[in-house]
C-alpha cells in the first residue's frame, strides 16, 4: 500500500479533492476526498492506494471549490518496494 498524505491552513468555498494517478503517459482519477468547505483550522487528509505496485508512481491533486473552479497540485513523488 501506499500513503498519500497532505494538509490545508485554512478552506474556503471548499469542496473536494480528486486524486490523479499518472497511467501511460495521462493522469487517471483514482480517488475522491470530500473538503470541509471552510475551516481556518488545519485539516490533514490521508488516501490510501492498495496494491500498488514495486516502482515510482506519480500522483497530483485536484482541488476543486464548490463553484467548479480547481487548480493542480505540483506532482507527488510516490515510490513503492515490496520485499
Do not use: C, M
Not at 6 to 11: D, I, Q, V, Y
Not at 50 to 76: M, W
Request: without cysteine; aromatic residues 12%.
Amino acid at each position: 500500500s501506499l500513503v498519500l498524505e497532505w494538509a490545508t491552513a485554512s478552506e474556503e468555498n471548499f469542496d473536494r479533492f480528486i486524486i490523479e494517478q499518472q497511467n501511460d503517459h495521462a493522469f487517471v482519477t483514482t480517488g475522491e476526498v470530500k473538503g470541509n468547505g471552510a475551516s481556518n483550522r488545519k485539516i490533514v487528509y490521508t488516501w490510501i492506494i492498495d496494491n500498488t505496485a514495486n516502482g515510482t508512481h506519480y500522483f497530483r491533486l485536484k482541488a476543486i471549490d464548490l463553484d467548479g473552479q480547481y487548480e493542480y497540485s505540483p506532482v507527488i513523488v510516490g515510490k513503492v518496494t515490496i520485499n
